[in-house]
């Protein structure tokens, strides 16, 4: 069997997902163990699931187009619909980001991609601040944020979380290394991400004219 | 091949922003190392003396160089520092010293000493604030107008027999060992053929194979030639706002 090294979801990369998800490696107590109700050991085999694809940069393809980005999501789930879940956002946001004028934190974000990283949107904001008031720009360009997101799924499983924030009308890169701590939020699976004077610079950010799922580029079938 | 100018930078990141000077110039692993293999390939190599440095004498070192080797660190002769916000650190470093390559110096190659936990991310829980202050500068200088190489040491060995090849991947994930003749050996290669290594983000790792002998630097820099570009690198010498 030959393993594409091009980022293209092959059968080698179905059958390596498949071994990862039905043998996982030794469960490593992490933070997960702290939370009740938390199946960190599942979350440890998705891990261990993303880290594949990453190494892969299988999710590169997604930025292609929102065709591209559907057919891997199609191909992930006839291996294991939970780990297609993962990485819904992140087949919406890479053709989307893709798809957006060119710019330092466009490129920025668009080229971690391009190398691996896995991205998931911000499903709630339920506060963020801004400690100057607004968001880093070009003449202030290094701003500190306390705030308070929602995931839909364990924030340790991506490289960035993305989000709107409507009151600087820009598109938010929050690296997950930024993140003071996360906690589980409900039932349902979903996250608390807390931020508390994370640093994010004015390439961290990328404004745009409207709330990007309002926009003609963001894709149709996306989640508004 | 054709003898380069090579400045050497050690910026202390927990300084960063703290200093008059540009930056407060440390002590990285490899810099004898690779002081050393630039001499012996017939490189002019100049790196202030550790400390303060200051703009002007820094304009002048690097008004002559054909190659700047940013080695970010967090060592001093006194021990270890850590900045207290590694991304603002970065970021600071990024503007007082990218930012005037960018606009003044742009035809100079950056060969940026990264390392192995940028790419793991949050994944790796070895990763300190020098980590994040690493990843920002990263991003910040394919963020610039000067071609760039960003190396990614795995972790630093001792000096290995012969049989350990030098070899370079993509591979966001990478792992393994490096000596300190190794990351030279990559940093040259990139001097030596910016052409090949430019626009690449590459882990730097040795691997035994016994009776291949010394890694020869060519061997290096076509290993360069094969990894795909930073998607960023098409940007270069554009004005991206």
């Known amino acids: 069997m030959t393993v594409s090294v091009s980022g293209e979801f092959d059968d080698a990369a179905a059958y390596a997902l498949r071994d990862i998800l039905s043998d996982p490696a030794t469960h490593v107590p992490t933070i997960l163990a702290d939370h009740p109700g938390v199946n960190g050991r599942r979350i440890s085999a998705?891990?261990?699931?993303?880290?594949?694809?990453?190494?892969?940069?299988l999710g590169a393809s997604a930025t292609r187009s929102p065709g591209d980005a559907a057919r891997l999501i199609g191909r992930l789930a006839g291996v294991d619909q939970a780990l297609a879940s993962t990485l819904y956002w992140h087949s919406v946001l890479a053709p989307f980001l893709a798809s957006i004028p060119s710019s330092r934190a466009r490129n920025a974000v668009l080229g971690n991609?391009?190398?691996g990283h896995l991205l998931t949107w911000a499903s709630a904001v339920p506060s963020w601040t801004w400690r100057s008031g607004s968001a880093p720009d070009a003449t202030?360009?290094?701003?500190?944020?306390?705030?308070?997101?929602?995931?839909?799924?364990y924030p340790g499983l991506y490289d960035a979380i993305l989000l709107w924030e409507s009151r600087s009308a820009v598109l938010v890169i929050v690296p997950t290394y930024r993140a003071a701590d996360w906690i589980p939020a409900d039932a349902a699976g979903r996250w608390s991400v807390r931020l508390d004077g994370a640093s994010l610079h004015a390439d961290d950010v990328i404004p745009l004219s409207a709330?990007?799922?309002?926009l003609a580029l963001w894709p149709g079938d996306a989640q508004k | 091949m054709q003898m380069a100018n090579i400045v050497e930078l050690a910026p202390v990141l927990a300084y960063a922003g703290t200093d008059d000077g540009v930056i407060v110039q440390g002590i990285w692993n490899s810099r004898d190392a690779t002081a050393g293999l630039a001499h012996a390939r017939g490189h002019s190599y100049w790196r202030p003396v550790d400390g303060s440095v200051a703009r002007d004498e820094?304009?002048?070192?690097?008004?002559?160089?054909d190659t700047v080797v940013l080695a970010p660190t967090a060592k001093v002769v006194t021990g270890m520092r850590q900045p207290l916000d590694?991304?603002?650190?970065?970021?600071?470093?990024?503007?007082?010293?990218?930012?005037?390559?960018?606009?003044?110096?742009?035809?100079?190659?950056?060969?940026?000493?990264?390392?192995f936990l940028v790419g793991h991310g949050v994944a790796h829980h070895n990763a300190k604030p020098q980590t994040w202050g690493l990843c920002a500068l990263e991003a910040h200088l394919r963020g610039g107008r000067n071609p760039w190489t960003i190396l990614r040491p795995t972790w630093l060995s001792t000096v290995?027999?012969?049989?350990?090849?030098?070899?370079l991947t993509s591979d966001q994930h990478a792992d393994g060992l490096v000596s300190t003749?190794?990351?030279?050996?990559?940093?040259?290669?990139?001097?030596?053929?910016?052409?090949?290594?430019?626009g690449r983000t590459a882990a730097v790792y040795n691997l035994s194979i016994p009776g291949s002998g010394e890694t020869a630097l060519s061997d290096i820099s076509d290993q360069f030639a094969s990894l795909e570009r930073d998607f960023e690198a098409s940007y270069v010498l554009q004005t991206v706002t």
């Open chain 2, 160 to 167: 290995h027999d012969p049989s350990y090849q030098t070899r």
């Open chain 2, 58 to 65: 820094l304009d002048a070192a690097l008004s002559v160089a």
């Open chain 1, 46 to 57: 998705l891990r261990e699931a993303h880290d594949y694809i990453i190494g892969r940069k």
């Open chain 2, 181 to 198: 003749t190794g990351v030279a050996a990559a940093v040259m290669a990139a001097v030596e053929d910016p052409r090949a290594a430019s």
């Open chain 2, 86 to 115: 590694g991304s603002e650190a970065g970021r600071i470093v990024g503007h007082r010293l990218l930012d005037v390559l960018s606009t003044k110096r742009p035809r100079i190659h950056v060969v940026l000493i990264s390392h």
């Open chain 1, 113 to 115: 991609v391009k190398r």
């Open chain 1, 140 to 153: 202030r360009p290094v701003g500190k944020a306390d705030a308070l997101i929602e995931a839909d799924t």
């Open chain 1, 211 to 214: 709330d990007p799922r309002a």
